[in-house]
C-alpha cells in the first residue's frame, strides 16, 4: 500500500513538472532562474503531497468496535496509566494485577465481538448470495 502511495506522488509530482517551462538565465541575472525553478518545484510538492497539515487523523471506527469495546479500553487504558505510575511503590504488584485483568477482559470483549461480527457476516452470505457476491466485487 505505502508504495502504491509513493507511486502516485512521484506520478502527480513528475506529471505537474513535464508541461513547465523555465526561463532562461541572463549571464547577469542567474538567480531568475533558480527562482523560477524553486517556485515551479515548491509548487508541484504541494500539490502532489496530501495536505494532512501534521494533526493527528482519527481512524474510522472498527466494524466490531462496540460501545462496551469502548468503555473497557477506557479502563483498561487507565489501568496501565495507574500501573506506570505506581513502579517502584508497594502497591505495584496489585495495580500491574488489576492492569492484567482489564487487558484480559478487553481481549474477550473484542475476540467475541469479531466472532459475533463474522457468524453475521456468514449468515447473511448464506441468506443473499447474489447481493452478497455484487456488493463484494464492486466494493473492490
Given amino acids: 500500500m505505502i508504495n502504491f502511495l509513493i507511486y502516485k506522488t512521484l ?3 513528475s506529471e505537474r513538472l513535464s508541461g513547465v517551462r523555465i526561463p532562461h538565465a541572463t549571464p547577469e541575472h ?3 532562474m533558480a527562482a523560477a525553478l524553486i517556485n515551479v518545484i515548491t509548487e508541484a510538492c504541494s500539490m502532489s ?5 501534521g494533526r493527528h487523523r482519527r481512524h474510522e471506527p472498527v466494524y466490531w ?3 462496551e469495546i469502548a468503555a473497557l479500553r477506557r479502563q483498561c487504558l487507565r489501568a496501565r496509566r495507574l500501573a506506570q505510575r505506581v513502579r517502584g511503590r508497594t502497591v505495584e504488584d496489585a ?3 488489576d492492569f492484567a485483568i482489564a487487558k484480559g477482559r478487553l481481549r474477550a470483549a473484542i475476540k467475541e465481538s469479531k466472532r459475533r461480527c ?3 457476516l456468514c449468515d447473511e452470505a448464506d441468506r443473499n448470495v447474489v447481493f452478497f457476491f ?3 466485487t464492486w466494493a473492490e
Avoid: N, T
Fill in 30 to 32: 542567474p538567480e531568475d
Fill in 11 to 13: 506520478e502527480a509530482f
Fill in 49 to 53: 503531497m496530501s495536505s494532512g497539515g
Fill in 65 to 67: 468496535l462496540m460501545d
Fill in 95 to 97: 495495580r500491574i494485577a
Fill in 118 to 120: 463474522w457468524s453475521a
Fill in 134 to 136: 455484487f456488493s463484494w
